[in-house]
């Protein structure tokens, strides 16, 4: 299987009290926020298969970032398997994070495009 072939989250934020429980997995139920980065291959998965995943596990903030044309997503509020609320966004601009983290800024000035 080649490497563009699968999904895998590439960051997911939680609350510091998660860093004292044992074992390496972190249950869906505290993550605040998950960020993707699409692959330039296979972002059909990034753009659907997990962000419904993402919304029915009731994770509050799915960030999708596709350096293929600059775009990203800011999906929030997640109800029955579906996030509620998208803001889109292009790199460049300051996107201001939702609750869970309210007043978290990302400035994505120095995000680049795939070459």
């Known amino acids: 299987m080649d490497a563009d072939d699968y999904c895998s989250p590439n960051l997911v934020v939680a609350p510091a009290e998660v860093e004292d429980e044992d074992g390496w997995l972190l249950d869906a139920d505290t993550a605040d926020l998950t960020v993707e980065v699409t692959s330039p291959g296979n972002a059909t998965c990034d753009l659907t298969d997990e962000l419904g995943e993402y919304a029915a596990w009731q994770i509050p903030i799915y960030l999708l970032v ?46 680049r495009l795939y070459g």
């Open 66 to 111: 596709d350096p293929r044309k600059g775009d990203i997503f800011l999906h929030f509020d997640p109800v029955d398997g579906k996030y509620r609320t998208t803001h889109e966004a292009r790199f460049g601009e300051v996107l201001e994070l939702p609750s869970p983290l309210d007043g978290a800024r990302i400035d994505t000035s120095g995000f």
